[in-house]
């Protein structure tokens, strides 16, 4: 842990947090955002040529909205000193949210 996620991770607890609690929540979040975006992305490739692409830009920014969340939530997650699970499969497992579909990028239920 470095020397910034100590001071936060101090200021933090000494506000009364379980910070170890606090931490498994943007993880949570942040798991379920890989998921989305590749939905989205999927999605988009599967709308290229329909509606002269204006309807493939909805899913671009929906995809980019997706990839912005999760990059905020890793920043605040280092932030505090925790970290990721160590691979994709465990990570997407404390997601709670379905894998994406490969045919249509819709999560399978
Ligand atoms: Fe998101």
Redesign the pocket.
Known sequence: MNRIAKVTRNVVEGAGVDVDHLIGLPVK?AA??PT??SSCTILRANLIGLDGETITEVAET?RI??R???EALVHRIHELGGRLPGDMVTFHNVSGCPPASLSTGIPVS
Do not use: C, K, L
Request: glycine content about 0%; aromatic content about 18%; charged content about 25%.
């Open positions: 979040n379920a955002e989305t975006f929906a909205e997706d912005n969340h999760f």
